[in-house]
């Protein structure tokens, strides 16, 4: 019998199934990533691979008078926007590679929840590229080991490291040195550690499936490696790490 820890299966394009969970898990790092970046109505801002619940939270956060152009590597999620997308959103489907010029903006927002990520001195350049002078940006990526107990389960398991590379980013250093580096001013980092509660550990290892390309058992391997680890059932909070900079040109 399968149990709510095991989730629900449902059809998923191109894998065949789908974790379906009562609602989306929260991304804590994009609200702390949001605050600092002090978004003002009116501005024109530009933002890097959101989810649909983050753009909502942009538009609402530059309003109406605002402009939001977002840039997605996926076609299929710009291209979800292309029924109802509000008049101040412009959603471009492109693989940045950090030569790009989209415009001139006030504020530059990325706070992606995973790779693939690019090497952090050309995010500093295309940040410094589409910036206007005295414009803020933050940027949240994955940390070295975002989720130590997926790492953690992952090791025990004897499974590919490299697997795990779209939740694996750089460290605050180096993404504050690749900042500064470009001479972008004002760099600053902040601590990004934060809590992520779900149902189970299966449920919490769903979150990520698409990200890690994890197939239904494998999810469920991982999670009973998880709580293994861990020596507890049910309910599970556990820490996320994120490298997050803010700054200015």
């Known amino acids: 019998m399968r149990t709510r820890a095991d989730c629900c299966l449902g059809a998923h394009r191109g894998k065949g199934y789908a974790w379906v969970m009562e609602e989306e898990m929260a991304t804590p790092w ?14 024109r801002a530009l933002a ?12 609402v956060a530059f309003g109406d008078e605002g ?7 996926d076609r299929l999620a710009a291209e979800q926007w292309a029924r109802n997308q509000p008049p101040q959103l412009r959603v471009l489907a492109h693989e940045t590679t950090g030569g790009e010029r989209f415009g001139t903006f006030d504020a530059i927002f990325a706070a992606p929840k995973s790779g693939p990520l690019l090497p952090p001195d050309l995010f500093a350049r295309l940040i410094r590229d589409n910036l206007r002078p005295g414009g803020r940006f933050v940027v949240d990526l994955p940390s070295t080991e975002m989720q130590p107990d997926i ?12 697997r795990l590379a779209p939740i694996r980013g750089p460290a605050d250093e180096e993404l504050v040195g690749a900042l500064r580096g470009a001479g972008l001013r004002s760099v600053e980092n902040s601590l990004g550690s934060h809590l992520l509660a779900a149902s ?3 449920e919490f290892v769903a979150a990520f499936a698409e990200e890690l390309e994890l197939h239904e058992d494998e999810v469920i391997e991982l ?11 049910g309910p599970v909070e556990l820490l996320v790490h994120r490298s997050q900079a803010t700054g200015r040109r």
């Open 200 to 202: 189970s550990a299966a």
């Open 48 to 59: 890097f691979e959101p989810r649909q619940a983050d753009v909502h939270a942009l538009c």
């Open 223 to 233: 999670a009973h490696a998880i709580v293994r680890k861990r020596q507890e059932t």
């Open 151 to 162: 790492g953690s389960g992952w090791a025990d398991l004897g499974w590919d490291e490299e």
């Open 67 to 73: 402009e939001l152009t977002v840039v997605y590597r």
């Open 30 to 43: 994009f609200d702390s990533a949001l605050t600092r970046l002090e978004p003002r109505r009116g501005e």
